[in-house]
């Protein structure tokens, strides 16, 4: 596995075991960032930074299987990308989703498909026969999170056939 991928697996579950919770509004609250729900007419999600203060905003109508992969993949920023957001002055809007322009659109999918798509649930529908529609329709998420997962878990040495997915899929 990348070292980067590596470190993204790591700060997710670490996150996740000292908050003892992979619920994203449990998390935002736990690290002090304010989620503020906007009437976005395209976009799902955007994280910023202003003066020092940490924001997700975030659709308002989303159905809640995609609010919480969005605020997932925000947190991601947060915990990934917060210095490139400060950099910007504080008005770093990300593109959301899209990992064929961005290396940080998909570090944040890396984080969001960790913290919502444990390994050993993820492992326990694979050893069952389940494929990714299959496993996406169990653990109500999307199917190219999913994929996205397992070529996370393919990475870190389990052998089995890499799944394909959209590389604009939350877009």
Not at 22 to 46: M, T, W, Y
Not at 159 to 170: I, M, P, S, T, W
Request: proline residues 2%.
């Amino acid at each position: 596995m990348d070292i980067q991928t590596l470190e993204i697996v790591r700060k997710a579950n670490r996150l996740t075991n000292e908050l003892g919770t992979n619920d994203p509004h449990k998390i935002a609250r736990e690290l002090g960032i304010e989620v503020i729900p906007l009437s976005f007419k395209k976009q799902r999600g955007a994280y910023k930074v202003l003066m020092r203060n940490r924001f997700i905003f975030i659709k308002d109508d989303l159905h809640p299987v995609m609010e919480r992969i969005v605020m997932l993949h925000e947190i991601g920023h947060d915990a990934l990308h917060r210095e490139e957001a400060v950099k910007a002055g504080g008005f770093k809007e990300f593109n959301i989703f899209d990992m064929r322009q961005s290396r940080m659109e998909y570090e944040a999918n890396i984080f969001a498909s960790q913290i919502s798509l444990p390994d050993d649930e993820i492992l326990e529908y694979i050893e069952n026969g389940y494929d990714i529609q299959q496993i996406a329709r169990a653990m109500h998420s999307d199917i190219n999170l999913v994929a996205l997962k397992t070529d996370t878990l393919i990475a870190q040495g389990y052998r089995f056939r890499h799944q394909e997915y959209r590389n604009q899929f939350l877009k």
